[in-house]
């Protein structure tokens, strides 16, 4: 008996030719590109090396795309927005040694926020593996474990053949949930190295499901249905899977209040009657918070951030899905189910009982009220109105990036997304850089809508060679940099702590003139014209600097009371 799997592994005539007569002119390297274009990319973003040229080599013997930053931690931060934006894994191409390490950064921030990032290095000659001390250029020890502790996975191969099943093995790791980013290195020797395997031509690597537990969903439901004031934190995990609709319903089933992380942005509607928007970092709704008496975390380690600081002290059931095995019941005992928010949600949203409190949405309107009492105490008027400049400026369904910056710690709390999957900042690793590359890679992934960038004159410094790529690419980018002369949140730190700051100011460029030194329109802009001057830089084609010189201050903290 011929089974229907049988008859899908059996190769037809035009493939059993093509691999008996594989074009010549070929090398390891096309093995990579070959297998990539096979799995279903279609752009990769890198750096090229000494040790890298085999891959480069074989770009322009394919139909892929490349993207090339100026720096490798740049470029890392691209592959990951374009993760990020298109759910796919974003081929990320290095050189070993310098090249690879200056990248870690980039793929800790992937890491923590489960971008699905496919890091492809190259690797010294394999006569050099191993650890000898052998002089190689870009030698280290051991290479691999350098980044072991900060990937999902890696995949060392030493032969030709081994190159399509360990960027298959790769790929489907980094989508698998929760997704990350990962690593590949092949030797250099052997991506130069003239080869006759055939053609790769097949190479589906799907993902594995990662459903949640029945029995523990069964338990879950029976607690939700059966509670008196139920609240929900929906966290990046929500995001990521896509599964924002059916938040939406199951809160809606629940009369459950959300909030959402900063990495949960948009999540969840900010003008809906059940939204406590994302103003996490608050004592008031820590309270309300801590006062549930059974609390759904979805997507979401209540980390720093999203815990206020390690303050909230849930007193109910917490119930936590989470994909991270890491994270499950890392910070609170909960009923932890090991799932994919998306499944985690459905399974829920099929046993769940509807429940009716027609109290909850002046509960969530009396929260939402006494945070605003609070920051409006505070004298942060500038603040606010910048903020909000930004939002009009910015089309609704345009992606935002931000930086680690006093504006973005505002956004935050304060800024509507519009929708998931839209506002992006660097929260998870929280390194500076971020903002300006990212937008590129996202400009990349969806032409056709603007985007933002967000930055600090601190933070652009970062990235100011990108300049470069965004007017070579003509890329979509309007990069926002409010320039307060330093590092103005540890500006305020240090001076809360100390009395005094130290290393905090910074002699900087004319970020205008510097801009259009690279040939891309730049404006000097206050906060009374800021909405006009942005919003004019976003509707026209090409990238674009609107530089805002303010000092902002931040809200202030809430973790501290008491």
């Given at each position: 008996?011929?089974?229907?799997?049988?008859?899908?592994?059996?190769?037809?005539?035009?493939?059993?030719?093509?691999?008996?007569?594989?074009?010549?002119?070929?090398?390891?390297?096309?093995?990579?590109?070959?297998?990539?274009?096979?799995?279903?990319?279609?752009?990769?973003?890198?750096?090229?090396?000494?040790?890298?040229?085999?891959?480069?080599?074989?770009?322009?013997?394919?139909?892929?795309?490349?993207?090339?930053?100026?720096?490798?931690?740049?470029?890392?931060?691209?592959?990951?927005?374009?993760?990020?934006?298109?759910?796919?894994?974003?081929?990320?191409?290095?050189?070993?040694?310098?090249?690879?390490?200056?990248?870690?950064?980039?793929?800790?921030?992937?890491?923590?926020?489960?971008?699905?990032?496919?890091?492809?290095?190259?690797?010294?000659?394999?006569?050099?593996?191993?650890?000898?001390?052998?002089?190689?250029?870009?030698?280290?020890?051991?290479?691999?474990?350098?980044?072991?502790?900060?990937?999902?996975?890696?995949?060392?191969?030493?032969?030709?053949?081994?190159?399509?099943?360990?960027?298959?093995?790769?790929?489907?790791?980094?989508?698998?949930?929760?997704?990350?980013?990962?690593?590949?290195?092949?030797?250099?020797?052997?991506?130069?190295?003239?080869?006759?395997?055939?053609?790769?031509?097949?190479?589906?690597?799907?993902?594995?499901?990662?459903?949640?537990?029945?029995?523990?969903?069964?338990?879950?439901?029976?607690?939700?249905?059966?509670?008196?004031?139920?609240?929900?934190?929906?966290?990046?995990?929500?995001?990521?899977?896509?599964?924002?609709?059916?938040?939406?319903?199951?809160?809606?089933?629940?009369?459950?209040?959300?909030?959402?992380?900063?990495?949960?942005?948009?999540?969840?509607?900010?003008?809906?009657?059940?939204?406590?928007?994302?103003?996490?970092?608050?004592?008031?709704?820590?309270?309300?918070?801590?006062?549930?008496?059974?609390?759904?975390?979805?997507?979401?380690?209540?980390?720093?951030?999203?815990?206020?600081?390690?303050?909230?002290?849930?007193?109910?059931?917490?119930?936590?899905?989470?994909?991270?095995?890491?994270?499950?019941?890392?910070?609170?005992?909960?009923?932890?189910?090991?799932?994919?928010?998306?499944?985690?949600?459905?399974?829920?949203?099929?046993?769940?009982?509807?429940?009716?409190?027609?109290?909850?949405?002046?509960?969530?309107?009396?929260?939402?009220?006494?945070?605003?009492?609070?920051?409006?105490?505070?004298?942060?008027?500038?603040?606010?109105?910048?903020?909000?400049?930004v939002r009009r400026a910015l089309p609704a369904d345009s992606p935002s990036?931000?930086?680690?910056?006093?504006?973005?710690?505002?956004?935050?709390?304060?800024?509507?997304?519009?929708?998931?999957?839209?506002?992006?900042?660097?929260?998870?690793?929280?390194?500076?850089?971020?903002?300006?590359?990212?937008?590129?890679?996202?400009?990349?992934?969806?032409?056709?809508?603007?985007?933002?960038?967000?930055?600090?004159?601190?933070?652009?410094?970062?990235?100011?060679?990108?300049?470069?790529?965004?007017?070579?690419?003509?890329?979509?980018?309007?990069?926002?940099?409010?320039?307060?002369?330093?590092?103005?949140?540890?500006?305020?730190?240090?001076?809360?702590?100390?009395?005094?700051?130290?290393?905090?100011?910074?002699?900087?460029?004319?970020?205008?003139?510097?801009?259009?030194?690279?040939?891309?329109?730049?404006?000097?802009?206050?906060?009374?014209?800021?909405?006009?001057?942005?919003?004019?830089?976003?509707?026209?084609?090409?990238?674009?600097?609107?530089?805002?010189?303010?000092?902002?201050?931040?809200?202030?903290?809430?973790?501290?009371?008491?």
């Amino acid at each position: 008996m011929t089974h229907d799997h049988d008859q899908e592994l059996r190769p037809t005539p035009a493939q059993i030719s093509a691999a008996l007569n594989p074009p010549p002119g070929r090398n390891g390297g096309d093995l990579v590109v070959e297998t990539l274009a096979g799995l279903g990319a279609t752009t990769v973003f890198g750096l090229p090396g000494q040790h890298a040229l085999g891959m480069f080599d074989a770009l322009r013997r394919s139909a892929l795309r490349y993207v090339g930053l100026r720096v490798e931690n740049n470029a890392g931060f691209a592959a990951d927005a374009y993760g990020r934006i298109t759910g796919e894994a974003a081929p990320l191409l290095l050189s070993t040694g310098p090249g690879a390490l200056t990248s870690l950064a980039a793929l800790q921030e992937a890491a923590a926020a489960s971008a699905p990032v496919l890091a492809i290095s190259s690797q010294i000659p394999t006569a050099g593996l191993g650890g000898g001390r052998h002089g190689y250029l870009h030698e280290l020890p051991d290479q691999a474990a350098s980044f072991r502790g900060v990937v999902k996975s890696v995949h060392t191969v030493r032969t030709q053949s081994q190159i399509p099943s360990a960027i298959a093995a790769a790929w489907k790791s980094a989508l698998t949930a929760p997704h990350g980013p990962v690593w590949v290195e092949i030797p250099q020797d052997v991506l130069l190295a003239p080869t006759q395997i055939p053609v790769v031509t097949g190479g589906d690597a799907f993902p594995e499901d990662l459903p949640p537990r029945p029995e523990l969903t069964a338990v879950a439901a029976d607690l939700l249905s059966r509670a008196a004031r139920p609240a929900i934190i929906a966290g990046g995990g929500v995001v990521r899977a896509d599964a924002s609709g059916k938040l939406r319903q199951l809160a809606e089933a629940l009369q459950a209040p959300v909030v959402t992380t900063p990495g949960g942005k948009g999540a969840f509607p900010w003008t809906h009657p059940l939204s406590l928007q994302s103003w996490i970092e608050d004592r008031h709704t820590t309270d309300f918070l801590e006062d549930a008496d059974v609390l759904l975390v979805v997507g979401s380690g209540l980390g720093e951030l999203s815990s206020n600081y390690h303050t909230f002290k849930p007193r109910g059931r917490v119930v936590q899905i989470e994909a991270d095995l890491g994270k499950l019941e890392s910070n609170h005992p909960a009923l932890g189910i090991h799932a994919d928010a998306r499944l985690g949600l459905q399974a829920l949203l099929e046993t769940v009982e509807r429940r009716e409190d027609a109290l909850v949405a002046e509960r969530v309107r009396e929260v939402l009220s006494k945070v605003a009492e609070r920051i409006a105490s505070q004298e942060l008027t500038l603040e606010q109105d910048v903020l909000a400049s930004v939002r009009r400026a910015l089309p609704a369904d345009s992606p935002s990036f931000w930086d680690m910056t006093i504006l973005a710690y505002w956004a935050w709390s304060a800024f509507d997304a519009k929708g998931p999957n839209l506002l992006h900042s660097a929260q998870g690793a929280g390194g500076l850089g971020y903002g300006f590359p990212a937008a590129l890679g996202a400009a990349v992934a969806d032409p056709t809508r603007p985007v933002l960038a967000v930055s600090g004159d601190g933070g652009a410094l970062y990235s100011i060679a990108e300049l470069a790529t965004a007017k070579q690419y003509n890329l979509d980018v309007t990069w926002l940099i409010v320039d307060d002369g330093g590092y103005g949140i540890l500006r305020e730190y240090m001076t809360d702590a100390f009395g005094e700051a130290t290393a905090t100011e910074l002699s900087r460029p004319d970020y205008v003139a510097l801009a259009e030194s690279f040939g891309v329109p730049g404006v000097r802009t206050t906060p009374e014209t800021l909405e006009t001057d942005l919003a004019k830089a976003l509707s026209q084609r090409g990238p674009s600097v609107v530089v805002l010189p303010a000092v902002l201050r931040m809200f202030a903290a809430t973790h501290l009371d008491g």
